[in-house]
Structures are given as C-alpha cells and as structure tokens.
C-alpha cells in the first residue's frame, strides 16, 4: 500500500530554538511551534480559538541559521514530515512522541527588533543608523542533509 508523509505548518515559535549538538557532530535545533485555529460559535456567536502545540526537529546548517536567526514569537511556515520518536524512561518504561522533521523553514514577516536596534530606530537618536533589511528565507535540506536551494537563497 502507498504512503505519503508530508506535514505544513504556519505558526509562531514558543520559545527560542535549542541548538545542540549530535555524537556525530551535526547541529540539531529543536523547536516548539503554536499554531492556532480561530472560528466563530454558531451557538453563541462568539469567537473561538484553539492553540495546538507541535515539536518540531531541524537538523544540520538549517539547524544553525534557526539558532541564529530565530527567536520566540517569531513567525514561521515549517514543511516537512512527521516522525516518531522512541526511548525508555530511567525507570525502563517506553516513551513515545510525535514530532515534525523540517525540510524547509520559511521566515515569515519582519524579524523581531533587538534591544539595540530599538533605539536605532526610533526618530528622536541622533546616531541613528538605518537598520539592515530583516533576513527572509526558504532554505530546505534534502535527503543527504544538503541545502536544498541555492546560495543566493540564504539569509545573509
């Protein structure tokens, strides 16, 4: 019988990406997304939301430029797939989760400002310098864990 195991999410970070390292010495960042449904109460007209949490696993140099560029509340489109994660507890029980593989991560909307570019910004400093451009990127991983695009594609 066929499968097909594709995953697309839009929603905003949870907390800021945890970077750390494999024994094989590839970066894994893991990250926790929010994606919400709004809908209004036929019964009551009222607006209803629900929030579902999703796990998500990136891994190799899209890994890196999640730990670089993103950050908690910043908005993002993730595609890639689920997978099951398997381990026993100290106590020897099986522990199981679902979570998503990113292929590819799309920066969504402006980067959150810094603490030092708020003041940048703001029209009354008379040191103010322009602010760079917020860094917008699709960059995807293939199979082989090779960026899937081409340089130019990079947000830096």
């Not at 594709?6 to 894994?28: C, F, H, W, Y």
Request: net charge neutral; aromatic share 6%.
């Amino acid at each position: 019988m066929a499968s097909f195991n594709k995953v697309i999410l839009m929603g905003n970070l949870t907390r800021d990406p945890e970077i750390r390292q494999a024994p094989s010495g590839t970066k894994v960042a893991d990250l926790g997304l929010a994606v919400s449904e709004t809908w209004r109460d036929k019964a009551t007209g009222q607006p209803r939301e629900v929030t579902c949490f999703v796990d998500v696993v990136v891994w190799d140099k899209l890994a890196e430029l999640c730990g670089q560029y993103l950050a908690k509340g910043r908005p993002i489109l993730v595609e890639g797939r689920l997978q099951m994660d398997e381990w026993k507890n100290p106590q020897g029980e099986k522990r199981t989760k679902l979570r998503v593989r990113a292929d590819t991560i799309k920066f969504v909307g402006p980067a959150p400002q810094r603490q030092g570019e708020a003041a940048a910004s703001h029209p009354a400093s008379s040191s103010a310098m322009p602010s760079a451009p917020a860094p917008s990127a699709s960059v995807g991983m293939d199979a082989g864990g090779d960026l899937a695009q081409d340089d130019e594609q990079l947000p830096f």
